[in-house]
């Protein structure tokens, strides 16, 4: 192939064609790189690929051609240096906490992470006396108040789930480095064509490939975008030895997804903002959350960090659980479950499902009331979602 640099291309031309190192046999798509191990042409060339003086793959545990190639792209999409791929989204936030941190550190996390992000700080890392404090997504002032002299990173989700909250990266990112942390952002929900983290400021992106990424529901598999320098020396040496890889073939759903993540965000996301301003009209409905609504606290805020406002919604209705699992069950086409990011519409109820093991006061003060549904708006057409909608409305 002739000597491109992807960097002078855009992300919609990077996410179809970066990362294939073309073989000797001409394919116009990506193989799928099913081995194990690979081969050295001596004993002399073994060692020295173990010792890294000569690059080349040595075992899939941490080296794998249709891998590096999905870590290739993501990388150049988010304007990172360097991504490792991992099995799953959770096994890349484990990652990071396993490469960057010690008994005795300490995080500041936001209060409206993914559950399990939660669990992880909290009951893993805590167990190996790493302490978490969680605050408010948008208040910076409790984020540096929070900081203490061990704090090693702060690690937040933007736009929140399910409030769809909005935090500043450029804002927190400053306070970060101001006190010598790391400013984490999972960027899941946006995905690099919504927002790039990096170039406001963090410095390691998380991601769930398993949400936009794929994009169909297919593959479980996470990422970890930074520096060479936070890659080689914190993140890599624990994919190395933790081994929570990402096989070869989710690697090739997922570079199929990459292909088409652009052209998708734009029309998830417009969708959920036509979506959006329909439910605002609708009686029964209380507040919608969405951030591309001039009603939303942080809409100005997400006009200028985000390229669009993303593909989730939001909204309560007045009559409470009872009103909400009404409307939820009388759907026939939207998928009732929790995952986010299909193609396929999702609806749930999160008081009940995903932030259900919060207690009451907690998921009250996290904001998530007990009329609160949430869309994942997908690629159906519009007004079928909408009639969808209206059986239980
Ligand atoms: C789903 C999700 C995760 C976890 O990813 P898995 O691939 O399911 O392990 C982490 N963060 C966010 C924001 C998610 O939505």
């Known amino acids: ?4 640099n992807w960097n002078d291309y855009s992300l919609e ?45 040595i075992y899939s545990r941490f080296t794998n051609p249709t891998v590096n190639a999905f870590q290739e792209r993501l990388a150049l999409m988010e304007k990172g240096e360097r991504c490792l791929a ?33 669990l992880m700080f909290q009951n893993y890392f805590g167990k190996f ?38 935090a500043d990266i450029s804002v927190l990112a400053d306070i970060a480095h101001k006190h010598n942390c790391l400013l984490i952002v999972d960027n899941c929900f946006c995905t690099p064509v919504l927002q790039k983290p990096l170039e406001l400021g963090a410095d390691i992106v998380v991601h769930s490939a398993t ?4 994009g169909q529901g297919r593959c479980v598999g996470g990422a970890v975008v930074a520096s060479d320098e ?5 993140i890599y040496p624990y994919l190395r030895t933790g081994g929570a890889t990402m096989s070869p073939f989710n690697a090739w759903v997922f570079l199929s997804g990459l292909e088409t993540l652009a052209v998708r965000m734009k029309a998830h996301c417009d969708s959920a903002f036509e979506l959006a301003r329909w439910l605002e009209q609708q009686s029964g409905i ?25 593909g989730v919604v939001s909204f309560e209705l007045s009559g409470g659980k009872e009103h909400a699992w009404k409307l939820i069950d009388a759907t026939a086409l939207l998928s009732i479950t929790a995952n986010l990011g299909d ?3 999702t609806i749930t109820h999160p008081a009940t499902t995903t932030h259900g093991r919060l207690a009451p006061e907690a998921r009250a003060a996290a904001g998530i009331k007990d009329g609160l549904v949430r869309i994942s708006v997908g690629l159906e057409n519009l007004e079928d979602i909408k009639k969808d909608i209206l059986r239980g409305l």
């Open 286 to 310: 209380a507040k919608v959350h969405y951030p591309g609504l001039p009603s939303h606290a942080q809409h100005e805020l997400a006009k200028r960090q985000q390229s669009h406002f993303g």
């Open 343 to 345: 193609v396929k519409t």
């Open 211 to 214: 949400k936009y990424i794929d």
């Open 1 to 4: 192939m002739k000597d491109i």
């Open 129 to 166: 006396g790493v302490e978490t404090d969680f605050v408010d997504l948008i208040d910076a002032a409790a984020w540096e108040a929070a900081i203490k002299p061990n704090t090693r990173f702060l690690f937040l989700e933007t736009p929140s789930n399910p409030l769809i909250e909005i």
């Open 13 to 57: 031309t990077q996410a179809i064609r970066a990362g294939h190192q073309r073989t000797h046999e001409d394919e116009h798509s990506i193989p799928i790189f099913a081995t194990s191990s690979y081969v050295f042409k001596s004993a002399e060339e073994a060692a020295l690929r173990f010792t890294g003086k000569k690059p080349g793959n």
């Open 230 to 234: 936070i890659i080689e020396k914190h």
């Open 86 to 118: 991992f099995s799953s989204g959770m096994a890349a936030i484990m990652a990071v906490g396993m490469g960057l941190l010690k008994a005795g550190d300490h995080v500041v996390c936001s209060r409206g992470v993914f559950g399990n992000t939660v």
